[in-house]
C-alpha cells in the first residue's frame, strides 16, 4: 500500500461538527476499501485567496492515509460527487511526517505568542 496526503475544502455554511464529520465520513470510505488513515485534522474556516462556487471561505481539513490506489480513486470520485466538498488534494508521500502539520505548527506559535502578549489598557497611558 502507499501513503497519501489528502486536503480538502467544505463550503463555508457547514458547522464545524458538520466538517469534521466529513473526515470521519472520508475516512470510513478508506478503511471500507482496504486502506486506513494514519492521521487527520481539522484547519479550521479559512478565507479563500478567491472564490470557489459564490463562497471566500472554506473548512479546510487533512487526511493522512496508508491505502491501495484503488481506495484512494473511490475516496475522491464520492469527494467529487459530494455536495459540500468543493476541492481536494491527494499527493503520493514517500513518509508521513511525525506530529502536527506545518499549518497546525503556525496556529499554534500565533496563539502561544497572542498568549504572552499583555492586554493593552487606557489607563496605563496616564
Known amino acids: 500500500m502507499s501513503l497519501y496526503e489528502h486536503v480538502f475544502i467544505a463550503r463555508q455554511d457547514l458547522s464545524n461538527a458538520q466538517a469534521e464529520g466529513l473526515i470521519e465520513h472520508f475516512g470510513q470510505v478508506l478503511k471500507d476499501n482496504g486502506g486506513s ?4 485534522e481539522y484547519w479550521g474556516l479559512k478565507t479563500m ?18 491505502a491501495p490506489s484503488d481506495a ?10 459530494h455536495e459540500d466538498v468543493m476541492r481536494v488534494l491527494t499527493v503520493k508521500v514517500d513518509a508521513h511526517e511525525e506530529g502536527p502539520s506545518v499549518v497546525v505548527q503556525s496556529k499554534n506559535q500565533r496563539d502561544e505568542r497572542d498568549r504572552g502578549r499583555r492586554p493593552r489598557r487606557d489607563d496605563d497611558n496616564n
Open 49 to 66: 485567496a478567491y472564490k470557489i462556487n459564490k463562497n471566500r471561505k472554506g473548512h479546510y481539513a487533512f487526511l493522512k492515509s496508508d
Open 37 to 40: 488513515v494514519v492521521g487527520s
Open 72 to 81: 484512494v480513486q473511490e475516496m475522491e470520485r464520492l469527494m467529487r460527487l
